[in-house]
């Protein structure tokens, strides 16, 4: 299986598991991109390296979509005031979203390339 598809399956598992244990809130909220990453990670194989790479990747696509969502529905909301302020907010959504998410799917990616050293 191909790096960049096994990134973007554990992006789509980390999307949907964040929004099932998003909801409990608190640590709960961690599960989905350790998860995804995990995913990530085993299905790109190769060992701990490049699992943790596949599970950065994953995490890093997580914080560009929703950065950008919230960078569209900002836009919508306040119009083109909401553009120019919702710009400044949300590179430091992006940053600080992407760095936390690629962190925890890194981890995670790390893990799953560890079982899986094709």
């Avoid at 991109?33 to 997580?62: D, H, M, R, T, W």
């Amino acid at each position: 299986m191909g790096f960049w598809f096994a990134a973007f399956i554990g992006f789509i598992a980390m999307v949907v598991l964040s929004s099932v244990f998003g909801h409990y809130g608190g640590a709960a909220g961690l599960l989905g991109p350790l998860i995804g990453g995990f995913v990530a990670g085993l299905l790109a194989g190769e060992g701990v390296s490049n699992g943790a790479k596949a599970g950065f990747c994953a995490g890093i696509f997580g914080g560009i979509i929703i950065s950008v969502l919230i960078l569209i529905f900002g836009a919508a909301l306040l119009g083109a005031a909401g553009i120019l302020a919702g710009a400044v907010f949300d590179i430091i959504i992006l940053i600080v979203l992407a760095l936390t998410l690629g962190v925890l799917g890194l981890i995670g990616g790390a893990l799953g390339g560890l079982l899986n050293k094709d």
